[in-house]
């Protein structure tokens, strides 16, 4: 079966760092683009980071310079280093997958049940 789940989420500080991975099985992970997106009360979700097979990135305007998206796709993981954290932060972080179709390949996308980061003082 498919999962990918997330981890490292918490209650951290204004100015603090936190970690987050997603842990992903059940499916070819090295042939997916991976992606980190959030969504906070009342507020549609929206696109963090992304990272391509072969290690490409691409991040929101609003935490490029503080995040950095990751993959090691020997252990089928993505992780999302947050530094520098601002209380609009706070949000449910989802990991999520995509794989265009083609020719003998159905198109595939997966989410994340999401962990909690919460930035307060």
């Known amino acids: 079966q498919v999962q990918l789940v997330e981890s490292g989420g918490g209650l951290v500080q204004p100015g603090g760092s936190l970690r987050l991975s997603c842990a992903a099985s059940?499916?070819?992970?090295?042939?997916?683009?991976m992606s980190w997106y959030r969504q906070a009360p009342g507020k549609e979700r929206e696109l963090v980071a992304r990272?391509?097979?072969?290690?490409?990135?691409e991040y929101a305007d609003s935490v490029r310079g503080r995040f950095t998206i990751s993959r090691d796709n020997d252990k089928n993981t993505v992780y999302l280093q947050m530094n520098s954290l601002k209380p609009e932060d706070t949000a449910v972080y989802f990991c999520?997958?995509?794989?265009?179709?083609?020719?003998?390949?159905?198109?595939?996308?997966?989410w994340g049940q999401g962990t909690q980061v919460t930035v307060s003082s």
């Open positions: 999520y997958g995509a794989r265009a179709g083609s020719v003998g390949r159905t198109p595939s996308t997966y």
């Open positions: 059940g499916f070819t992970f090295f042939s997916y683009v």
């Open positions: 990272i391509s097979n072969f290690g490409s990135t």
